[in-house]
């Protein structure tokens, strides 16, 4: 009998030595770093390491079909910055730029939400440059980050400059390191496409 029963422990006393806790190390960050809030927040674009949008980006969520789509009529959109880590007891600076070269030909841009206007119904839209000044009023590259804050905004004014049936323009953003504050190497870079119909 005391043999029968020592085989079953034995075998208990084995499984459970195999067993174990995976060791979770702390994550540290090293100084203040700064990220796009909706490219933390939204799925990376086929075949890119960022998202690209066409919705007004929404804050601390993933943009839905209930958000307003990017459209040529004359609004200014908020870009939100979070600051990773703790927040600082005096302002920094964020420094960025505006990408000259649209990683996509053509983009499926959802419909618009109800009473948007200029409405237009889902479609694949040939895609070029959004160019200072004409779809869009020039970036400075550079803005400040509050003392004791955790987001900062780079606001973008969207202009009109007519109707261009199935055509849309692409704004990339990318953070870089000539601020003060240093960005987060896999939320960096954010595509926003505004639907020109």
């Known amino acids: 009998m005391k043999k029968l029963l020592s085989i079953p422990v034995m075998a208990l006393g084995l499984l459970f030595s195999l067993t174990g806790c995976i060791k979770n190390d702390p ?16 799925p990376n674009a086929v075949g890119l390491t960022y ?21 040529r009529s ?16 005096a302002s920094g600076t964020v420094g960025y730029e505006v990408s000259t070269t649209a990683p996509i030909s053509t983009f499926a841009m959802p419909a618009t939400i109800s009473g948007q ?11 070029s440059n959004a160019v200072a000044g004409t779809d ?3 970036l400075s590259g550079k803005l400040d980050f509050p ?38 190497v896999n939320y960096s870079e954010l595509g926003l496409v505004i639907d020109q119909r």
């Open 51 to 71: 998202p690209i949008i066409a919705r007004v980006p929404a804050f601390g969520r993933v943009a839905n079909t209930t958000d307003s789509t990017l459209r």
């Open 147 to 184: 003392a004791n804050s955790s987001f900062a905004f780079i606001d973008i004014t969207i202009l009109n400059p007519g109707s261009m049936p199935g055509q849309g323009k692409y704004i990339g953003l990318k953070l870089n390191n000539s601020g003060s504050l240093k960005p987060s």
């Open 117 to 127: 206007t200029p409405a237009a119904p889902a479609g694949t839209l040939a895609i």
């Open 136 to 138: 869009y009023v020039a």
């Open 27 to 42: 994550v540290l960050i090293e100084g203040a770093k700064v990220e796009f809030d909706a490219t933390a927040l939204n």
């Open 74 to 89: 004359p609004q200014t959109i908020r870009i939100r910055i979070n600051l990773v880590g703790a927040q600082l007891p």
